[in-house]
Structures are given as structure tokens and as C-alpha cells.
């Protein structure tokens, strides 16, 4: 029998995996409510957003659903439920720290060289922006065209793919999902007064800014999308309730993915 290349899951994959095991065999009956996301992330010991990526993966998948104020409830499956091809699909929160670091240095750099003409292509995306109503497909043509344009101020046609890519995978599932919790008109104005002080930055060849001004944007992005679903204080309220039906087991600490060992003298940045 063949050996099989083994591949390291992603830990919010090891969290859905684990909690999908807990609902078949019964621990969390159809109709039950799950503990909180701060109660998983204690006693699993990962992070909250790690949490709520493996929570958005199950409700994309048709095994939860998640009411905002009030709790995550396990839901009879449909026929067809299975797990998504998760293996290729990153979480949001991942994608939105690789853009940070990423974009970050872009924009950087974008203030030291940004011609004239950079800057007005620059202003026409972000003039754009000003004029859609969000959420929605134009207002992400024109986000994705203000970051695209601040990478082509460097000239280097594969950091333009690159961070198009990335910007891209917003249309992933399980970002799509939870955007739809946590984007709204009034999200969308902040962001676009985050956007404006980048391209201020920028235009005033202000690196320090206008490296500070990009991860401000993408940090606050995450803050945004980490925003408590207002069931903590629903779900304590009734976990007596809920622990007299039924005590569901412990879910196990997952266990994070070994790490390669990087070659001599380069040093690995987290």
C-alpha cells in the first residue's frame, strides 16, 4: 500500500472536525444549544476567532446556526450536508492577517514612490467607494481595485496578483458567511475613512503613516468581524437549562499542526 503525502490541517478545521464528532454521536442533540464562543475557546485553549472560524465553517456546512443574540444551535442536516473541500479554503481571519502584514509593507513603500499618477488612480477607486451602497458586489469591485492600485504603485505585476488574490478569497464561503453578521452600511463608512487615511498617507509620501494607516484598517477589519454575536449573555442565562438536559462532553484540545524547521539562516516570522 502506497504512502500518502500528510498534510497538516488548519486549526479551526480541527475545531469544526471535533465539534461535528460531538453532534453525531449525540452530545449536542438537533435543537441544542452550544456553549458560547468565549466557553469553546477555554476549553479548547485557542483563540476566540479560531473558534468562530470552525463555527461559521459548520453553519456553511448546514450543522449549526448561529442567532445573533441569542446562541449556536446544532440543526437537523440536510440530505446532502457534508463537509466542504475545507482543505483549500482558508479562514477569514487568516486571510485577513495575511493582508495586514502583506499590505502593510505595500503601502509602505507605495508612499515612497507613488507617482502623480498612482495617487489618481488611487482617488478614482476610492471616489468610487464613496458612491455605492454596501454590502454588496460594486462596492467590493471598487475595495479590491483601491488595494490593487495601491500595490501597482511598486510596478511589480506579482505582488498586483498577489494581493488581488488574497482580496479575492472574500468570496470564499465562510467569509462570505460571516460578513454577512458583521457588514453594513455603517461598517462601510468607517472603512472608508480608513481607506481615506491611507491614501493621505500615501499621497503625502508619509511611510511611517502610511504603513500604520493600512494595518490600522486591516486590524480594525478583524475587530469588526470578531464582534460578540450578542449570545453570551442569552446563553448564561439559561446554562442551567441546558446542562440539565444534557452535560455535553468535553471537546478535546486540538492539537496545532507540527512545524517545519526553517533553513539555516532564515529566520521564520510568525
Known sequence: MPLEAVEARRLYRQVADQLRSLIDS??????????????????LKVSRPTVREALIALEVEGRLRIRVGSGIYVIEPAASA??????????????????????????????????????????????????VEHPGEASM?????????????????????????????????YFAQLAHYFESPGTWRTALDEHRAVREAIAAH??????????AHLARSQERFAQNFGAENAAGSSSGRSRAARAPAKPATPKRPAKKQAGSGRARRR
Open 206 to 215: 508619509d511611510p511611517d503613516a502610511a504603513r500604520e494607516a493600512m494595518r
Open 141 to 173: 469591485v471598487h475595495d479590491r481595485a483601491f488595494h490593487v492600485a495601491i500595490a501597482g504603485s511598486l510596478g511589480n505585476a506579482v505582488l498586483v496578483r498577489v494581493v488581488g488574490e488574497l482580496f479575492d478569497q472574500r468570496l470564499n464561503p
Open 82 to 131: 457534508a463537509p466542504a473541500a475545507a482543505y483549500v479554503i482558508e479562514g477569514p481571519f487568516e486571510l485577513l492577517r495575511a493582508r495586514e502584514f502583506l499590505e502593510s509593507a505595500i503601502a509602505e513603500q507605495a508612499a515612497r514612490v507613488a507617482t502623480r499618477d498612482d495617487i489618481a488612480r488611487i482617488d478614482a477607486s476610492l471616489l468610487a467607494m464613496e458612491q
Open 26 to 43: 449525540g452530545e449536542y442533540a438537533v435543537g441544542s444549544r452550544l456553549p458560547t464562543e468565549r466557553e469553546l475557546a477555554e476549553q
